[in-house]
């Protein structure tokens, strides 16, 4: 903003120009998406594209407006049933997909890899969300390692995996039923932990909130808890906490 | 039923009599209270007095016209105030009682002993749950060993109690917060586990909810799971199973 | 562990071997899942396979290694839909389903028949839960007793089951609605009841809550709750409560 | 109405003063309320007092308002702390007062007495709930009887009361905890049931809503269920079933 | 009871008879259900059989058997979709079917009409179950009025009723959304009043949550509340009320 | 109703007449629903059909009838499937459709167009509800400016609508998940926000109660907040407040 | 802004004097509070100060500098206890209080009167809530007019109030328990209603859930509802609507 | 565990010794806690000792044993009110209070200062809860920036405060009611953003459930949740992420 205003007042651009940039200038308006063309410079990762509840028509609009000006970065669409890959890969022939966790995802040039981002989950259910949280923090650069199936009723996969959990720099714990997995883990590492509750299990599970809770009262510290089921907002967040190191 | 009956094909007993017998015999009526005097035979202990929302006018007399038939049997009085206890007392000289648990125990003649329960409990804040477990199986005859405060978020804590683990015929589980002991445990063994979600927690711990349902959703099996903060129930239940050898 | 240990000393075992051991024994990764082969010496029977979630292949893939050194094991898969059956079958020759409880059983070799565990259901529509308990309790070698629609409506019913009630080492109460059947029960009974709510019902049922609180809150004590159509998780700590008597 | 518009056809009543009649007449207003004179003939008891949340100085402005045509009536205050009661006493010389369910009651002239209402409780602490159910169908017109401490716990002692629950043409369960109460005595009678849950308990009960939904969810037909608490609501919906067989 | 005993006081039934006599005599077993065929007798009408949860097979079976025994008295099946419709046809081909309500009644011989019961709906969308109350009513011997569409945000609908309401002996009140209808009639009459939230709404009605809790909170006094969508259970209650007028 | 007595004075009217008038003039039944005529003058629109519920004959059969009378004014049907649509295009071809929205609109001669409703969605997905409230709008007779995708995790979207929020009389705001939007826009302008929470979301949105909660709970002064996914009742609410102007 | 970035084009302002502004003009920094001091401006009304969870030196520091620059404004303070009063009348001698409604208020100058504010409460009990929505419309410039105790129970009470809701330009209704009145008013009017859900209930009105469940799902359109208890909020948006008629 | 089988297998250690410090080494018992003395090295933290639910005696007791191996760290004690305080002064005279926070802090020797970690609060009321996560991160070794009463009421508060948000290496923000404010910070920085639900608010915030959904929900990725009200969690969580750049 300091370069717009010193440019008003240098003259090279004039008061309207200046009032117009300021409002207009972030973001492209589809009519029914308002794009945050800003994103990768104030985020580090260009806007994802949550499929859920949107058209296929409206989503390849979308990624292909979002494509211009982002040629060179790796893109990310969540939620996506097959039909709209099928849509997708007309558009954007390179664009893979990962049926589990139902991610298109487009590779583009390449990109560092930062340390490793463990990601555990409690069950083979679990599976789905972990992928989802695998594959953001790989599309945005992350070394992933992905440990399965060690939930607490057998306390001693998880034990075994102490290299696993002194090698990461950040710890993804995905579990459903009543998500034990990330206290236990919690109390093992002074590594950040972030905890995924899924909606695997049934009854009292009433969709995930018996694990949300568990998670949100872990006994050990250093746990934050994401939305049930949101396994690309742990794999988000994840990034943005295993990219700190670079940044001193 | 069958001797009543008896009684009556063979005249001993006349047919109004047999009637009256039929239903009025099981218990005796104060007004505000039903008294059930035959529980110790039905259930194997007299009816314990919950003195919560009772006055203490109200829980004397229930306990003394308990007392009456049941001379030779502990009793139990739980959730008891100090003013309670005060009172009972003075009909009762030989009454305990435990501050921290809230209960007033009347012990009568000699117990046998019956094998091992483990109470466990999470954290300090949880013990007046698990004193209340502990002492409601030690008054109906069971040998109890204690370990407070080994909760998951140093899980070798309780990984190294496997020695009390193994000689225990049953297990008590009390925790609060996010009640992931009850799973851990219930994995470690395949004795009965009985799991007392706690209030212990705030926030999202919803008055124990949380626990409550991580422990209902337990990835482990053999978890029975008990009312919040009903240690009494889970140490009755506990003296039901562990009775059990008994009567083989 | 202390035989690992004295290995270690002896020299029988090299210092790398042990902590090799000591990690990796006790179970199998196969990527999706992280098999706990030593469940049937640590809890009596071999890991259960809760079919919900995973896919046939998955589902395969676990029990062909699961048989392997349970050979002269039973075997119990749960939640299983017919299509899982259909592959199943095709590896595993012997292996029986039953649709109502969606359950695939495999039996090997002969099982010792531990004393009565009794099952009762409140309603017809309860039937699917309470085969579950049911089929659980016999895989793992107990005798079981069926007792179907004694709900409280008709209190006569539950009430004319005295014989059953008391030969009974545990008893099983499944039920849907107001779950009071439970409560019932537990005032008839010092044998250890296990509580299982069930999803039956409609409206301010909230798909089996009202069955549970009932349970969790029952004025009878001696009441252990299980999760909400748990048929599984009843059978097993009956199982684990009725195997008491042999180990004195 | 229809005396009211005859009376402005015959022109005894002039239009304005019609207009006037029809919109003041039933009821005056006190600023901080709009007493409904005409309830004794719509709803043939006069507006009841409910004290909580109403300063004790408008308690008796609106008792002493109400008292003015209603001289020949009862009349009742429900929820009346023992100071409001100090205050009405000084107003109203004849009021009574019962602590236990927290009401005042005026009695005036004579009240048939209509045949009974059974009020039943399942615990000795649902007393205050039931009294205030049983007090407002008294101070109503109707003979009531109490049985109370009768819970399924000991469900003999209910199986004991036939004789009252077949001579009560209304009957009323309160019942707190797991409230099956009401279940079990909906399948014995075809009386109509109306049930009350209370807030006895703790923990999963959560202030009653447990009872509530089991109230809610009786697998026994014939239960209408009120408020968690509200005996008064109980006693005045009795009071309206058993008074329908005077109008036939 | 009385009688049971006599006889074998006078040797007419044998002692073992009368145990027998004592347990088996008041319903039938068919292994997936216990029918209850004293429920004529005891409660005034014979079992009503819930469909949803049962199989045909067992539906037919059960029909079937509870017709021996109840050839002069009328059935009722409520929530049974067309097929078990074209089952029970098959076995009991006057069976009549009312798809709106999904009930199937079974007429047999003549039943006296009583005095009349008001069912009102306030929307058109409530109308199913508000069928479901009005044709149990008038299966088990009520006269019913039904007037539909008369909710809230219309009053003066509902006030142009004054009669119907006047001339009603019991009055059930359907209504989803917010179910404001049942304490504005709760104010309008000295009926009792019977409630029932219905599952019509979206959002936050929570699947008739909110119509439960406000007919629960009703400011008007004398309405009972029966389970959401329980058309079924107002339409009993109201009958068992209605009776009342018969028995004095 | 001053005209009404008026007329029966003047003995224009009869007394019968009178009374009849009274009752049953301001609408009409059709059996399964009873018609509020009259709410074009006491509510300045027609009676809105809500569709979902009732069947396409039912639907059909009301719109007819409020045609009646209503020839001049614009008409309204929400929640209508395409199925409804293709039946009312029979019975009404001027008829319109908006699927997205699932309305149905029936324009009639002219409409004045009131002052700028602006409609702003945090989502693409949140677009169907918007509609509902814009299309609501406009057919009652208001102008209305969208502005789709503007939510806080792009703030400067909504920040650069400065222009918009100004000249908008009225603003609702539609935003599932967080639902922080409202928050946001009640703290940038002085006119009167609607805030509709929408169904957008999963996991803890628990089906719109995270944004439902939010928005009650807004910080920011001047929200009123109307039911999960009622666009309908947005739209009608701001041509509520939106007409105020003229009445002056 | 544009006169900002003006003046700094004319070199009036230096640029980082601009940058200065452009941040840290329109509040000021207390430390523990960051006034909005531009809200007279942008929202009409000076930041209004919610006392709840502020301790009294806050508060007071708070209101003194906010009457730095708005000495000729109204000013409010909400849910101040008697003791913030004490203090606040040291520093602001002219400030008014009114315990009921718990608001503490500063008249400045003269107020247009805009036209009328109706506020309804459904019970005696809701009038705290009640005076604090007609105090805040009052202090903001509205005339307003009370009628208080008009519940659903007695219909014809509101229903006498029918000059009243023509008169008015906006409608307030406060109800506690189910919360009908709104539902009714809505129903009767054309003009903006605002609910206000009150706590005041029992039992299963949740602390006001029950009441805001119904206003939320109202079958009468034109309804908007703020949280719980907020009489508050509810004038302030009140204020907002009443407001629209002078800026055409 | 290598250096200890090492030792063994060199026979430095016995075999017995071994297994026993296998299992007791790295905690202590003092009957009612078992401490976790490796707590420093495996978390980096010596064990917090959190009040709530324990005796003045227990935190004492447990405090003087953490001092011992820890006496050159800093410590922590939570939720802990003065008389807490006054008896820890005794033992630990150099421990320091907050009460606002309700934290003693005992700092011991030098603490390097990590990189910064920016505390924003929504309000005024949320600054307690800010305070205890300040702290936290502040004992453990962080620099810490406060920024208060900056919710998006006024949204240009938290736009100004742009410096402090790219500055900051880690963010938490503090916020109740709706809990905006982490969505609008979660989108302006691609730091990670740990957010605080607080029990602020009254009504239908449900003691922070609102907030806590709402963040939950948040539109903006990179935002971790942890409990109502828990600032420690939020601190400590900070405290791990914010230290990853020194390991690499």
Redesign the interface.
Known sequence: ??CL??G??N?EIT?EE??RR???M??EE?????L?QH?QI????PE?V?C???TVE?IVA?LQRLLQGNERNNMLLTRAEPEVYDAVIQAVPEALYEPLARMIMVYHGKQERR?QILVLS????D?PVAEEAALTAEVMGNQVER???????????V??KTDQLQNA??IIVVAG????LA??V???????V?AV?T????????????????????????????????G??AG??AN??????E??
Do not use: W
């Not at 589809?30 to 308002?34: D, I, Q, Y």
């Open positions: 903003m300091r205003l010193q008003i007042k003259e008061l200046g009032v300021l409002r207009a972030p973001f589809l009519g029914f998406a308002t945050d994103r104030r985020q580090g990762f994802v949550y859920a509840g949107k409206q979308i340390g409690a069950g083979t259910s599976i440990v399965y199936d060690v939930g607490v009723a057998g306390i001693h996969r034990l075994s720099r950040v039923m009543e998500g034990a206290s236990v919690g109390g093992l590492t002074n590594r950040p972030i509750p909606s695997v299990g049934y009854g009292a599970s009433f969709g995930g909130l018996a694990a949300l809770l568990a998670m949100l009262n872990s006994c050990a510290g250093g746990v934050g808890v994401v939305n049930i089921d949101n690309f907002g988000y967040l943005n906490i295993n990219r700190l190191g940044s001193r």
